[in-house]
């Protein structure tokens, strides 16, 4: 079954810290994996795309990190910002015409003063 | 210079009834989707259309159903709405269907059925 595991489900660091997100996945074939991030009330939004062949990708403070061979992927946040908090999901695609995308749960941030 | 618009953002409304929501993107792509997200705040694909053509129909209940007028516009209607559909819908939208493409999504709208 194709499935797309996030930990830690939630997560309280000081404003300031650094933060890493693992996301777990067994979705096969495999065409690329995304991170995307969602504020409350908001769509998500994308913050990196990664195909098998790549294995880390950044965005600002954002650094995504991805092992086709185990599956797992990590996205590193570097001095965080109150702004960071919010919901960020762990995305798969699988080598298809359709773009279906496979979400995982997410993982709640919250970054406090 | 909203790119993935939806109306209404929120829709309380009771068992039984029928309700449309709107999607609109103004990105000149050719596919667009429909998503469900659960009080899990898992996202599920519901739907996606590319140039008018359905090529996604996941497992949905069939009083589910999308329109899509033009490639600017995907709405969808729900019929004889139940307790389960409360959600969060969101439509999105990409250049054209594939793996590769970047998905834009909206704001959502908050279902609520009582």
Same mark, same amino acid.
């Given at each position: 079954?194709?499935?797309?595991?996030?930990?830690? +489900?939630?997560? $309280?660091?000081?404003?300031?810290?650094?933060?890493? #997100? +693992?996301?777990?996945?067994?979705?096969?074939?495999?065409?690329?994996?995304?991170? /995307?991030?969602?504020?409350?009330? *908001?769509?998500? @939004?994308?913050?990196?795309?990664?195909?098998?062949?790549?294995?880390?990708?950044?965005?600002?403070?954002?650094?995504?990190?991805?092992?086709?061979?185990?599956?797992?992927?990590?996205?590193?946040?570097?001095?965080?910002?109150?702004?960071?908090?919010?919901?960020?999901?762990?995305? @798969?695609?699988?080598?298809?015409?359709?773009?279906?995308?496979?979400?995982?749960?997410? =993982?709640?941030?919250? @970054?406090?003063? | 210079?909203?790119?993935?618009?939806?109306?209404?953002?929120?829709?309380?409304? +009771?068992?039984?009834?029928?309700?449309? $929501?709107?999607?609109? +993107?103004?990105?000149?792509?050719? =596919?667009?989707?429909? /998503?469900?997200?659960?009080?899990?705040?898992?996202?599920?694909?519901?739907?996606?259309?590319?140039?008018?053509?359905?090529?996604?129909?996941?497992?949905?209940?069939?009083?589910?159903?999308?329109?899509?007028?033009?490639?600017?516009? #995907?709405?969808?209607?729900?019929?004889?709405?139940?307790?389960?559909?409360?959600?969060?819908?969101?439509?999105?939208?990409?250049?054209?269907?594939?793996?590769?493409?970047?998905? /834009?999504?909206?704001?959502?709208? *908050? #279902?609520?059925? =009582?």
């Amino acid at each position: 079954k194709n499935q797309v595991e996030q930990s830690p +489900q939630s997560l $309280i660091i000081l404003e300031g810290k650094n933060c890493t #997100l +693992q996301c777990n996945y067994t979705v096969s074939p495999f065409s690329n994996l995304r991170w /995307y991030k969602q504020d409350t009330g *908001r769509g998500p @939004v994308s913050l990196t795309i990664m195909t098998f062949s790549e294995n880390t990708k950044s965005n600002g403070r954002y650094t995504a990190t991805l092992d086709a061979d185990t599956k797992q992927s990590s996205l590193h946040i570097t001095a965080s910002q109150l702004s960071d908090s919010a919901s960020y999901i762990c995305v @798969v695609t699988g080598s298809s015409n359709t773009g279906k995308l496979i979400f995982g749960q997410g =993982t709640t941030l919250q @970054v406090k003063p | 210079d909203t790119a993935v618009s939806q109306t209404p953002k929120y829709l309380v409304t +009771q068992m039984g009834n029928d309700k449309s $929501i709107k999607c609109e +993107q103004n990105l000149g792509h050719d =596919t667009m989707y429909w /998503y469900k997200q659960d009080s899990k705040k898992f996202l599920k694909i519901m739907f996606s259309y590319n140039n008018k053509e359905l090529i996604i129909n996941e497992t949905v209940p069939n009083r589910f159903s999308p329109k899509s007028p033009d490639k600017a516009h #995907l709405n969808l209607h729900i019929n004889s709405l139940e307790l389960g559909d409360s959600a969060v819908y969101f439509c999105a939208s990409s250049p054209t269907s594939g793996a590769v493409y970047e998905q /834009y999504f909206g704001p959502g709208t *908050r #279902l609520t059925v =009582t």
